[in-house]
């Protein structure tokens, strides 16, 4: 069994209706500090932008967000070393060092990486051609934010849930075990 493997967000498509409060809460999450956007009408002077999306595909609704993929083919494509790995196996884009060449964005197979613009103090980022200043975006898992993914926090009809693929395999493991075991006995 592999050691240490990296958190993701799992949808359930049969519960989730597309109201896009995971979108709005990831945005607020991550734009608290940077934008000073609270949770009032009124405090947004920036575009929204999540770390994540939701679609609807024929009758399903969910969001495309990051697997953080044991072997990324996002960070694997980044040649400015701006995505890598954190300390607990989740991969993260450092903004700072992204050029917005979008190769990340061509490697994810899952759609999950896009390239939004990058605002500071309520202001957006622009460069010397007024074009303004684009850097990858991906789900972090809330990374250093209270509470984990706000995405999971917010969901009204608890469709996302945080998966941590060692928890959930050593759960199979002892229940494969525990009904081996009671067959055996019966």
Same mark, same amino acid.
């Given at each position: 069994?592999?050691?240490?493997?990296?958190?993701?967000? #799992?949808?359930?498509?049969?519960?989730?209706?597309?109201?896009?409060?995971?979108?709005?809460? $990831?945005?607020?999450?991550?734009?608290?500090?940077?934008?000073?956007?609270?949770? +009032?009408?009124?405090?947004?002077?920036?575009?929204? +932008?999540?770390?994540?999306?939701? +679609?609807?595909?024929?009758?399903?609704?969910?969001?495309?967000?990051?697997?953080?993929?044991?072997?990324?083919?996002?960070?694997?494509?980044?040649?400015?070393?701006?995505?890598?790995?954190?300390?607990?196996?989740?991969?993260?884009?450092?903004?700072?060092?992204?050029?917005?060449?979008?190769? $990340?964005?061509?490697? $994810?197979?899952?759609?999950?990486?896009?390239?939004?613009?990058?605002?500071?103090?309520?202001?957006? #980022?622009?460069?010397?051609?007024?074009?303004?200043?684009?850097?990858?975006?991906?789900?972090?898992?809330?990374?250093?934010?209270?509470?984990?993914?706000?995405?999971?926090?917010?969901?009204?009809?608890?469709?996302?849930?945080?998966?941590?693929?060692?928890?959930?395999?050593?759960?199979?493991?002892?229940? +494969?075990?525990?009904? #081996?075991?009671?067959?055996? #006995?019966?």
């Amino acid at each position: 069994m592999a050691e240490n493997m990296s958190c993701y967000v #799992l949808c359930d498509p049969n519960k989730c209706t597309g109201c896009k409060a995971c979108e709005l809460a $990831c945005f607020a999450e991550h734009n608290k500090k940077k934008n000073n956007v609270g949770y +009032t009408v009124g405090t947004v002077t920036v575009p929204v +932008t999540a770390k994540l999306y939701v +679609t609807r595909f024929g009758a399903y609704c969910m969001p495309i967000q990051c697997k953080h993929c044991e072997d990324a083919p996002c960070l694997n494509a980044c040649k400015k070393h701006a995505i890598y790995r954190d300390e607990n196996k989740q991969v993260i884009v450092d903004e700072s060092k992204c050029i917005g060449c979008k190769d $990340c964005v061509m490697a $994810c197979p899952f759609g999950a990486v896009s390239i939004l613009p990058l605002s500071e103090d309520g202001k957006p #980022l622009v460069q010397k051609d007024k074009e303004a200043v684009k850097a990858a975006s991906k789900c972090d898992l809330c990374k250093d934010i209270e509470g984990g993914p706000a995405c999971v926090r917010v969901c009204p009809n608890e469709a996302l849930k945080l998966v941590n693929l060692n928890e959930e395999q050593n759960a199979k493991a002892i229940a +494969t075990a525990q009904s #081996l075991y009671d067959s055996r #006995l019966s």
